[in-house]
């Protein structure tokens, strides 16, 4: 039997119990692969990779290693998330990597959106091989490939970062305790194991970050804008319901006349966007209702430095992708 195969008999994980009899039967199958020797994990704060780790804290305690690099483009309050949850909650031995400025020096005025993300690629392995050199006796290197993942790596859809997207000299045995697992499973099984729900229910977020959302050369201070900015959105789009699919905010890198305190006040436009999808291939704009529009706008200018208009993108896809970049 392919163990890269879903069996047809697998039954989908709907329920508390079902999550529960999964987490069991995994834990057995870690402790079983894994037995006295070392794994690690990177660590990224998101659902797959947040439930691996719970799953493998469970099953073998400190014998995991979790690295979680912060890139500089993570969302408002994302490292410290990780850092409550796993290191002062669940015990993790949990490596927090601060590689901002690494990040952001080799970024710095760089604005193809492809050579940006090969820089952040990049620069993630190197960082994470780094920490793993410092370690020893590493056997093992956990991983929250799903089963979508696998199932597009083998018809050639993309190469995902899942599978086989580790450098050649990371020469570890994998353990992927998710990998038959659809996404809503994974949700429930992170329920299960008692994360919180804005780990669980996250939304997608680009593996590079908000350096996808800082359109063109990222620089600290617009970058320190998107997050801000994003905060806002998140918390007040956050009380719609439903609450849409995703929504986020992009800053451009382009400035405008305003006015502040009787002068003129050049500024960047933060872009709110919020759309319903299935798969994200297409997506449709969502109504925003006006009063959270303009409570947005009113918190945006007053809270966040350095901007002085605020844009609802309501585009749909196609023609407009979903990101900005
Ligand atoms: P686009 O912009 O192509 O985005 O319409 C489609 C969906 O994919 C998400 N996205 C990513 N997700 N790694 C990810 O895991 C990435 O590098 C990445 N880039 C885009 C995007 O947020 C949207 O939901």
């Not at 190469?159 to 992927?176: R, S, T």
């Not at 996250?202 to 998107?226: K, S, Y």
């Amino acid at each position: 039997m392919d163990p890269n195969v879903r069996p047809e008999t697998m039954e989908r994980i709907t329920t508390p119990e079902l999550a529960q009899a999964f987490i069991d039967e995994q834990v057995a199958a870690v402790k079983e692969q894994v037995r006295d020797k070392k794994v690690l994990l990177a660590l990224s704060g998101g659902v797959d990779s947040s439930v691996v780790a719970a799953i493998l804290i469970k099953a073998i305690g400190d014998q995991l290693t979790c690295v979680h690099v912060n890139h500089g483009l993570l969302r408002k309050d994302e490292p410290e998330q990780v850092i409550r949850v796993f290191k002062d909650e669940l015990g993790a031995n949990l490596i927090y990597v601060d590689a901002v400025d690494r990040f952001l020096d080799k970024l710095a005025g760089v604005d193809d959106p492809e050579t940006k993300r090969k820089i952040i690629g990049k620069e993630f392995i190197d960082v994470f091989a780094e920490e793993a050199s410092k370690l020893e006796g590493i056997e093992f290197l956990g991983q929250g490939t799903i089963y979508p993942d696998i199932l597009e790596s083998k018809d050639g859809i993309k190469a995902h970062h899942n599978v086989g997207g580790m450098p050649e000299e990371f020469d570890f045995e994998l353990v992927e305790p998710v990998k038959l697992l659809y996404k809503d499973e994974v949700r429930v099984v992170g329920k299960a194991l008692g994360l919180p729900d804005s780990m669980v229910y996250r939304q997608p977020f680009p593996g590079p970050g908000l350096g996808v959302r800082c359109v063109g050369a990222i620089t600290r201070d617009r970058l320190e804008a998107v997050r801000e900015a994003d905060a806002i959105v998140r918390e007040e789009i956050g009380k719609m319901d439903p609450a849409p699919w995703q929504y986020f905010v992009a800053i451009p890198d382009v400035k405008s006349t305003g006015i502040k305190d009787g002068k003129r006040y050049m500024g960047w436009a933060a872009v709110i966007r919020a759309i319903h999808t299935v798969d994200a291939v297409t997506a449709k704009s969502v109504e925003i209702p006006w009063d959270t529009l303009c409570v947005i706008r009113d918190r945006i200018i007053a809270e966040v430095p350095g901007i002085n208009r605020v844009l609802w993108d309501f585009s749909d896809k196609p023609i407009a992708t979903i990101e900005w970049e």
